[in-house]
């Protein structure tokens, strides 16, 4: 099987394309799928947009529909879960109000250019399991969630900088930004 994605990187004034196509030979484990947010920075748990989706890499195929139904909806559950309880990801829903994961190595350039982005859209999103097996969501206002060293290191990054090192994430949100003056 394999994945393709896209990527979108700024190059001085310009934005070039540049698609990568790794190939999975064997189902990937929860190792391998936070390594693959890593590498990617932001993804999406399974909405199509111009940034990678995790649903989409596991099932080999652009899905329609929930991938629920999918054979490998199991795996693509089990691996969601894995990067979702891992520290080194923000689980929020920055990309068109739908699950997105952007991966710590971005965190200071996401801080950096908050006041772009509506504040709602920075909120962690956690799910927990409650004592009667319920699930319930629990937001995480930005930037209450950011932690201090992540704060030092927005304040020392130009704007330019943030800017294209959010590249994608910048072409793929599907609302207005306000970039201030």
């Not at 030979?25 to 909405?47: F, P, T, Y």
């Not at 529909?65 to 891992?86: E, M, T, V, Y």
Request: glycine content about 4%; hydrophobic content about 45%.
């Amino acid at each position: 099987m394999s994945e393709t994605f896209l990527r979108w990187i700024l190059v001085d004034t310009d934005l070039v394309f540049v698609k990568r196509l790794n190939v999975l030979r064997h189902a990937m484990n929860a190792k391998q799928a936070l390594e693959w947010v890593k590498d990617c920075g932001i993804a999406m748990e399974s909405a199509q947009a111009s940034v990678p989706s995790l649903a989409q890499v596991i099932a080999g195929e652009s899905l329609r529909g929930s991938w629920w139904a999918h054979p490998k909806g199991n795996d693509i559950f089990r691996l969601s879960r894995s990067i979702r309880s891992s520290a080194d990801v923000l689980v929020c829903r920055l990309v068109g109000g739908k699950i997105t994961y952007i991966h710590r190595r971005l965190w200071p350039a996401l801080v950096r250019l908050a006041p772009w982005f509506p504040k709602q859209r920075l909120a962690a999103v956690k799910e927990v399991h409650t004592p009667t097996g319920k699930h319930k969501l629990v937001i995480t206002p930005f930037p209450k969630w950011v932690p201090q060293e992540t704060l030092r290191a927005a304040e020392k990054l130009d704007e330019n900088e943030a800017a294209s090192q959010l590249a994608s994430l910048l072409l793929a949100i599907e609302l207005q930004i306000q970039v201030p003056h």
